[in-house]
């Protein structure tokens, strides 16, 4: 007589087994470009010491990236749709290159702010087209676990790009612009060769994001996203300043703080987001809010490095929670053949908020910290009020036969 052992999954598998190999190709990919993305995080100083900018100059150009920014992700939903996954990503990618080296080689301000507007425009073009090939490719039960993991690789790839972006701009800024436009090549081209074209026909009748606008669920999520958006980008907009300036803190504490962000999502987020994936999505993103517009609202009462390590270590527990959610809502609400479009208008939240959160996270610093960070922990927590209002139409919507 032969008894059956049935083998358990181990750990390895049971984080990252059973995707489908383009899956990996298109994880691969985003993780080379993300350890070359190096340009972004020094532009300021690239522009003010290598091209002699002045300061209020640099603002001028990253404004007009931002005005770039703004229509690359409806531009790369609508192409993604349009022409194909595929081709929409690598084409982008390629193009975001070609920005890259023009930004690199411009040396007057009428070129830096061309190339910089250029750049803004197709930087971003890839991300819904990656959004759209998860949901085509992963079961729903499993995507929540490919976008956590797709959302780590950014996080580990940013991490390191940006260390050896530091060193590497002190040998020439020549290199970053290079590294980064070769990542971005590598990433097209990777993609085209590994991952197949996914594109459902588009119906004639789809209407483009006249479609997606009239969704009332999605145009809610969305603003639940801006939400998400206005209160996580204080990160790279005013808290560093505010820290500087209520709690007295160095830029150095200020950098080793925030390492903190980076090594716990690095290191926890793999081990937790498999077990996130399976509970109910609007109920878990509803938490994650919750919890980040919490960290943000302890922030007024920082004083030293040590309570805003504290802090920061609240508020990236709830971007932990939240990693790969959002995704799996969008492509839960979004028809098949539109998942680039419902991608575009999720990502434009983003966009906006990028231009929205230091315009009032300045505002309300200069009535004080109490001001900005209750503000902003106060938008956290109503944007979690209101994830979870959507909750009961987001689940009738997965219940709906797939189109």
Do not use: C
Request: net charge positive.
């Amino acid at each position: 007589m032969t008894s059956t052992v049935v083998e358990k999954p181990s750990f390895l598998r049971s984080k990252v087994g059973g995707l489908p190999r383009p899956f990996w190709a298109l994880w691969s990919g985003t993780l080379v470009n993300r350890l070359g993305t190096m340009v972004m995080p020094f532009t300021g100083v690239y522009l003010t010491q290598a091209r002699g900018v002045s300061v209020a100059g640099a603002g001028l150009v990253m404004a007009v990236y931002g005005a770039g920014s703004l229509i690359s992700q409806l531009l790369g939903g609508w192409l993604t749709d349009r022409i194909g996954r595929r081709a929409t990503l690598s084409g982008g990618m390629l193009a975001t290159a070609g920005a890259m080296l023009a930004l690199g080689y411009s040396t007057s301000l009428a070129a830096i702010i061309g190339s910089m507007f250029a750049l803004g425009l197709v930087i971003d073009v890839y991300r819904p087209a990656s959004n759209a090939l998860v949901a085509d490719l992963v079961s729903p039960v499993e995507r929540p676990r490919a976008y956590g993991l797709l959302f780590w690789a950014i996080n580990l790839g940013y991490a390191v790009g940006m260390t050896a972006g530091g060193w590497l701009a002190q040998l020439g800024f020549g290199w970053l612009f290079w590294i980064d436009a070769v990542s971005s090549v590598v990433f097209a081209v990777l993609v085209w060769r590994a991952v197949p074209e996914t594109r459902a026909p588009e119906r004639t009748s789809a209407g483009g994001f006249g479609v997606v606008l009239r969704d009332r669920v999605m145009v809610a999520f969305t603003l639940v996203v801006l939400g998400q958006a206005l209160v996580y980008l204080q990160t790279v907009t005013m808290l560093p300043v505010a820290m500087v300036k209520q709690a007295g803190l160095s830029t150095g504490e200020f950098g080793v703080a925030m390492a903190l962000n980076g090594v716990l999502i690095v290191v926890v987020q793999p081990l937790v987001s498999d077990w996130f994936g399976r509970l109910d999505a609007a109920r878990t993103f509803a938490l994650g809010l919750a919890v980040t517009g919490a960290g943000f609202a302890l922030t007024a009462f920082v004083t030293d490095v040590v309570w805003l390590s504290v802090t920061i270590a609240v508020w990236t527990a709830g971007e932990i929670v939240t990693a790969g959610i959002a995704g799996t809502l969008v492509a839960a609400l979004a028809p098949a053949h539109l998942r680039g479009r419902y991608s575009g208008l999720f990502g434009f939240a983003w966009s906006a908020a990028a231009v929205l959160a230091p315009l009032a996270g300045g505002a309300l610093l200069d009535i004080g910290p109490k001001a900005l960070w209750f503000t902003v922990g106060g938008i956290g927590l109503l944007s979690a009020v209101a994830m979870l209002a959507l909750g009961p139409a987001i689940r009738r919507r997965a219940l709906e036969p797939v189109l």
